[in-house]
């Protein structure tokens, strides 16, 4: 198993918040899927199990990273879409802030696929009828590991 439909907003929000429940220090999520497709909805989900109040989460579209305070430190939460290179990339210090201490989420950080940290879980994002498809894929045998944890969940649940 490698996705799970979810029909509506409330199923999304539901698999966040198990996601979410398994994420610990240093992990990197990165979020994929177009304009639209549910990137910062499916944030403001995992960053309420990380002790964030929802209407703290807002797109970072122009603000380009917000931080967060949460139970296990700082949430940075990325936005990439309007950066034209690496250089501005490494101005707003990205590869110092992604990963390290607290948990990160980077949305569109396909447009930087060599700037990504070399271990991260990305999450992609296909609207599909009145939904959403949601696919995790794993780079590194920690992802890996978390996703067989996810997935165990969300089996033994249905
Ligand atoms: N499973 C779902 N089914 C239908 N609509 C969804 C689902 N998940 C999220 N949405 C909706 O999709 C929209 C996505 O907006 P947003 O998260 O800002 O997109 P992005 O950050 O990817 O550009 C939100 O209005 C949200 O209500
Ligand atoms: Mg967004």
Request: include cysteine; charged fraction near 25%.
């Amino acid at each position: 198993m490698n996705n799970i439909y979810c029909e509506n907003e409330e199923k999304t929000k539901e698999f966040g918040q198990i996601l979410g429940s398994f994420l610990g220090e240093g992990d990197v999520l990165c979020l994929s899927g177009g304009l639209g497709a549910g990137k910062t909805y499916l944030v403001k989900a995992i960053a309420t199990v990380l002790g964030v109040n929802p209407s703290d989460v807002t797109s970072p579209t122009f603000s380009i990273m917000n931080i967060y305070k949460g139970k296990v430190g700082a949430i940075k939460h990325f936005d990439l879409y309007r950066l034209n290179n690496s250089e501005e990339l490494e101005d707003i210090g990205f590869s110092e802030y992604a990963g390290n201490d607290g948990i990160t989420f980077i949305e569109w950080g396909e447009l930087f696929a060599d700037e990504m940290p070399t271990q991260h879980l990305n999450v992609k994002i296909i609207p599909e009828g009145v939904g959403r498809r949601i696919f995790l894929e794993p780079c590194g045998r920690h992802y890996e590991e978390l996703c067989e944890k996810v997935w165990t969940f969300v089996n033994v649940r249905n």
